[in-house]
């Protein structure tokens, strides 16, 4: 997708958009879809995500931010590991045993903040204490989903985490969609 220049009222339309995809088209989905049980909720959120993902690279044109936030669950940690992050990410040992080593080193190569929440309130008072321009968020499907209609009109970017041993355990990030995004967001 080649960024160009979006006028006001494009990017006006936008967020529109992006309120009537998170708070109506979601809720329409869930009608059409019997409920949930034909085409599953998950999937919607994620079809929702990616719209909103794709609404923000509109709305954002050929703007970089330099006050970003990357926010990301306290399950990427290695579930066995001693030294909990959950409040203060320097706690890390960068072992190796999870992804948060990477991360931590994305964070310091981008030279931006880089948190860990434990849930939707502690991510809402993150995101208020610091009070970003531009949000990258990783969770599960629901949570991302929650977390960028809480962030409103915030752009929040979102990367839904991937989950070989199931939900909130040992969850992982895929790594190069995160460095992209960045690369597409960031202003260096």
């Excluded at 990616?50 to 609404?55: A, F, I, S, V």
Aim: charged share 20%.
């Amino acid at each position: 997708m080649d960024k160009k220049k979006v006028s006001g009222p494009t990017i006006l339309c936008i967020k529109l958009l992006r309120y009537f995809t998170l708070y109506i088209l979601y809720y329409i989905m869930i009608i059409f879809s019997g409920f949930g049980i034909l085409y599953p909720r998950k999937k919607i959120k994620e079809n929702i995500i990616e719209l909103n993902n794709r609404l923000i690279y509109l709305q954002t044109g050929k703007k970089k931010f330099k006050n970003i936030l990357l926010l990301l669950p306290h399950c990427l940690q290695y579930a066995e590991c001693p030294y909990k992050v959950t409040f203060h990410i320097t706690n890390c040992r960068r072992c190796g045993m999870c992804q948060l080593k990477d991360l931590i080193q994305i964070a310091e190569d981008y030279d931006f903040d880089l948190f860990i929440a434990t849930g939707g309130t502690i991510a809402r008072r993150i995101v208020a204490e610091n009070k970003p321009e531009f949000i990258i968020a990783v969770a599960c499907e629901r949570d991302l989903f929650s977390g960028i209609r809480d962030a409103m009109p915030l752009p929040v970017y979102g990367i839904p985490n991937i989950t070989p041993y199931g939900p909130c355990f040992n969850t992982q990030v895929p790594l190069k969609w995160v460095n992209k995004t960045l690369h597409t967001f960031c202003e260096r």
